[in-house]
């Protein structure tokens, strides 16, 4: 396989968001700069990633140059300091960097008022964890017991992550058995296989499912509750939600869940947070109290939740309040955590879905980044990316079968949208130009499909 076309990207602020947009990007042969100005979390970076680590602030013409701003392509700032990542852009702009994207929390700085602000920075991109956290969450809410969902192909297609409970009608079938059930059209198509430590692209059709697999399986939208209900996901829609904190991407939430008829409840400890919520939202109930108080969870009728939601900032509140939601009879539980150590510990004790902001910001990252993906999606345990590449005339993939391409082993063709209507992929599917195709593969053979479909 040819090797990545090399590209210098600079990070500015190594924290959840930059630390994770540097990792993707390193592994796919990028040539990539962290610059952080705390020292335990430059020696984190130096001993996980193969990055450049820099000293100091993004801020600071000095740094930047010292991190490669004179060759660098693309510069992502990505720290908690708003103000910081609009300067770190608009220095990067006025020495030639094409591209930078910025991270913007601030509602004040996202509004009309500063438009001029943005504007003179020069960013190319904008994106807010909070508001990707809470769209992954409410896309996790349409798939009780999913663990990841994934919007493709202008919705047509539907990636739902998933471990496989014992019950589950795909246990102890082969990938072979699965896809003779379902001929001569098929629904769906399993994607990736997690099993333990390691993730596989399952293109050899001997592969037998088991218990506690985590499947990624992309469908055709209309199938998506046949696929729900094979992997024995919940079928019902949560309607009482009660909602673990009450900062900003709580509110986003409980406005649109508030929306969409669902009765929402937030528990927030501050309490001017917690009076500016009632105040600002209509038909949400507010209660001031620590969520980890048992007390209160229990005033607050935990037990009878379709689903708890545990999303501030203190991973171990999260988690406590969480277990003790599920212990009272809560139908599922999401915990928002940001130390990934903790990933494998939350599956074993029953919470429900974990994420992190990290991984809905930095999808959006990486789709601008990789300019001729349509859409992307990286997940928190695996290496599995889903990507949605447009086949362009003239492309080595154009009018060609699937089956003729030679894709590499760590590569499998999910699905194709046409026309506005959507197909799972077969060896005997003919691509056409303008089609749109959804894609597994492994992140060191991204730049090998951009050059197939491309």
């Not at 590209?7 to 990028?30: F, K, N, P, Q, T």
């Not at 996901?233 to 969409?260: F, V």
């Not at 947070?273 to 109930?285: F, I, N, S």
């Amino acid at each position: 396989m040819r090797q990545t076309s090399q590209v210098h990207i600079i990070v500015v602020g190594a924290g959840e968001v930059g630390s994770y947009v540097a990792d993707r990007l390193a592994r796919e042969g990028h040539d990539v700069a962290v610059i952080e100005t705390h020292a335990g979390r430059r020696r984190q970076i130096e001993e996980e990633l193969d990055v450049l680590t820099i000293a100091g602030s993004g801020t600071h013409p000095a740094v930047l140059r010292q991190a490669g701003l004179d060759r660098a392509e693309i510069l992502v700032a990505a720290t908690s300091d708003d103000s910081a990542n609009l300067l770190a852009s608009m220095i990067a702009k006025q020495h030639g960097v094409p591209r930078t994207i910025v991270r913007i929390e601030a509602a004040e700085l996202r509004g009309d008022d500063a438009a001029e602000l943005r504007a003179a920075s020069g960013a190319d991109l904008i994106i807010d964890p909070d508001q990707e956290t809470a769209i992954e969450i409410l896309d996790l809410l349409e798939y009780p017991g999913a663990s990841e969902v994934a919007n493709m192909g202008a919705d047509e297609v539907v990636v739902i992550g998933a471990r496989l409970p014992a019950h589950s009608e795909l246990v102890g079938k082969r990938l072979s058995e699965i896809a003779k059930q379902f001929e001569p059209e098929w629904e769906f198509i399993v994607g990736a296989i997690t099993r333990g430590d390691k993730t596989i692209i399952p293109r050899d059709e001997d592969v037998q499912l088991e218990t506690h697999d985590l499947l990624r399986i992309a469908c055709r939208r209309e199938s998506r509750r046949l696929v729900a209900s094979l992997m024995g996901l919940a079928r019902d829609i949560p309607r009482r939600i009660l909602l673990l904190g009450g900062g900003r991407t709580a509110r986003k939430l409980a406005e649109r869940l508030s929306n969409r008829g669902a009765e929402v409840l937030i528990l927030e400890r501050n309490r001017g947070r917690a009076r500016y919520l009632a105040e600002q939202l209509d038909h949400v109930l507010v209660l001031e109290g620590d969520i980890t108080d048992n007390d209160l969870l229990d005033e607050a009728q935990v037990g009878d939740a379709d689903a708890v939601i545990a999303l501030t900032g203190e991973d171990d509140a999260n988690v406590l309040a969480c277990l003790y939601a599920k212990s009272a009879g809560a139908k599922e539980t999401i915990a928002v955590v940001h130390r990934l150590s903790l990933l494998d510990l939350l599956d074993e004790v029953g919470v429900d879905v974990a994420l992190s902001p990290r991984t809905a910001s930095a999808n959006g990252v990486m789709r601008f980044v990789r300019s001729d993906v349509a859409q992307v999606a990286t997940f928190l345990q695996g290496d599995a990316e889903v990507l949605e590449f447009v086949v362009r005339a003239g492309s080595p993939a154009d009018g060609q079968l699937i089956s003729d391409l030679g894709f590499p082993r760590d590569v499998l063709l999910g699905a194709i949208v046409r026309d506005g209507k959507s197909h799972i992929a077969r060896g005997r599917s003919r691509l056409r130009r303008n089609d749109h195709v959804v894609v597994f593969a492994m992140p060191q053979s991204v730049d090998e499909l951009a050059r197939w479909f491309g």
